[in-house]
């Protein structure tokens, strides 16, 4: 079987967020079930430096006023999964990061840009093209609303169809643009409406990818059914209902040999699951280097975060100070939002002894936090599917998650009947809001104190097998019942 990947991002060459991850782990883990699945990736200035290519000799004109794209070819970092990259310098070739400059404004033709990489994906399954490339895809597997178009361009192609799976990370994220931009998009005024591409007197293209698209799959089964809910669905929830026959939640695995604590390099000891002593020399480094008190009985809580509204920093924000008097410590690894920024620094002065707050994007950082921490925060509004809570529990971290999506579909909560089970591996909180969110800390530090206690939840945390293994088997399935 031969599947086009087609993506904005894809660990490790460009990521801003978790959908690089899977785009990263994902395919690897399918070509090792024999599936010959190949990404499509845009030609950012970060991913011609990271990988070398070739040119395919394939040129493929894209939109009205942009540039004709040049193919190339090249394998990711891995050494096996190919890479189609959409070389297109006047869209892809510049500094900052796939969707915002390097002030954080998203990119005024970021329209163009991911229509660029839908029309390119319609057109690489296509006959003509496939035969030029050597690899002709029996589906198309297409990535949140930057790809979203491509089922829509394959409708308005005379070529051969080929199914197209769109999976949605993020429903909060939708690529909405002014109806204007219609013309550059090179659709057909014909698209531009309910039955179509149209929303709201706009273009959206994540709701052209859920009209057009043979299957929608999200990145976890309480998620598919979530966005099928008002609070959820950002206005999309009517079509998500009448697809729901269409519709699966398939969860994200996590790459174990990259998140592995018995062999990190990015950690200053490895540990396992049966001698936990590195992790706490984990802590205790972790405390000396970015300057709190060393101290290892204090409970470490730790956070790696996109800073915006749909992670809850604002609850811990408030919460903090509450936190912090139970004689707990907090370090958090993030950027975003400028309030929510400004607000945690604030707190860093007021307790540098018991704050961290790391304001940026760091790799190295996030493993550290991870294997140091005793409890990792996600108090998240809502979350697809969330991957930090599951490199927590490898960790042996415990995370605190609200129950939505991915968060409930991975975390076993601390209650009796799990503690005598020995499945417990998390603390999960119901009410979206801070009370909620501090009651559960105060009952997590409790735990902390009994120590043969929490060493089995860590333990159980452990054990956990989040690899792709069983994601990939899901949708090789799914890839079969599509091709049929
Ligand atoms: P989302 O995709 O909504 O941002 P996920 O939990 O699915 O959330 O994935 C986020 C990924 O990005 C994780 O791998 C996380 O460790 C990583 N990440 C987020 N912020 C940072 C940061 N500031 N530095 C390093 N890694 C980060």
């Not at 990061?97 to 991911?114: A, I, S």
């Not at 959820?232 to 009448?242: I, K, R």
Request: glycine share 6%; proline share 6%; hydrophobic share 40%.
């Amino acid at each position: 079987m031969h599947v086009l990947f087609v993506t904005s991002e894809a660990y490790p060459v460009v990521k801003t967020g978790g959908l690089a991850d899977v785009s990263g782990a994902l395919p690897a883990a399918l070509r090792q079930l024999g599936v010959d699945v190949r990404l499509l990736l845009p030609g950012y200035t970060c991913v011609l430096d990271a990988i070398s290519t070739h040119d395919t000799g394939v040129v493929l004109p894209l939109l009205p006023d942009v540039e004709a794209a040049h193919v190339r070819l090249g394998k990711m970092p891995d050494g096996e999964t190919p890479v189609y990259v959409l070389d297109c310098p006047s869209l892809y070739r510049r500094s900052g990061d796939p969707y915002h400059d390097e002030q954080g404004l998203e990119w005024p033709d970021n329209h163009l840009r991911f229509a660029a990489l839908s029309k390119a994906a319609a057109l690489l399954a296509s006959p003509n093209i496939a035969l030029k490339l050597k690899f002709q895809p029996e589906l198309i597997h297409c990535n949140d609303w930057q790809t979203a178009l491509t089922p829509a361009y394959q409708h308005y192609m005379s070529s051969v169809q080929r199914p197209v799976l769109l999976s949605i990370h993020n429903m909060a994220y939708q690529g909405v643009f002014a109806p204007k931009s219609l013309p550059a998009l090179g659709l057909p005024w014909e698209s531009f409406s309910v039955q179509g591409l149209e929303f709201y007197g706009s273009v959206s293209f994540l709701k052209a990818g859920l009209f057009y698209a043979d299957w929608l799959n999200t990145v976890s089964s309480t998620y598919a059914q979530e966005i099928q809910t008002k609070d959820f669905g950002y206005g999309l929830q009517g079509l998500l209902q009448h697809r729901q026959d269409h519709l699966s939640g398939l969860l994200n695995g996590i790459d174990i040999q990259q998140w592995n604590p018995a062999t990190d390099k990015c950690l200053f000891a490895n540990y396992d699951a049966e001698d936990l002593s590195g992790k706490a020399e984990n802590k205790q480094a972790l405390q000396q280097q970015l300057g709190l008190a060393v101290e290892p009985d204090a409970p470490l809580l730790g956070c790696i975060t996109r800073l915006t509204e749909q992670k809850g920093i604002d609850w811990v924000v408030q919460v903090l100070p509450d936190i912090l008097a139970e004689g707990a410590q907090f370090v958090i690894l993030g950027s975003g939002d400028s309030k929510l920024e400004q607000a945690l620094t604030r707190l860093a002065h007021a307790y540098p002894q018991q704050i961290s707050v790391t304001l940026g994007y760091h790799e190295t950082l996030s493993h550290r936090i991870e294997a140091a921490a005793d409890i990792f925060l996600m108090p998240s509004r809502f979350e697809p599917c969330g991957l930090n809570q599951m490199y927590s529990m490898r960790y042996g971290t415990l995370p605190i998650v609200r129950r939505t999506g991915g968060l409930a579909d991975t975390v076993i909560p601390v209650t009796p009947a799990h503690i005598d089970q020995h499945t417990a591996t998390g603390f999960v909180f119901e009410s979206p809001n801070a009370e909620a969110l501090l009651q559960t800390v105060q009952y997590a530090l409790v735990v902390y104190r009994h120590k043969a206690l929490w060493r089995m939840l860590q333990r159980n945390a452990m054990q956990r097998d989040f690899s792709w293994q069983h994601s990939a088997q899901a949708y090789f399935k799914l890839y079969q019942q599509l091709s049929a």
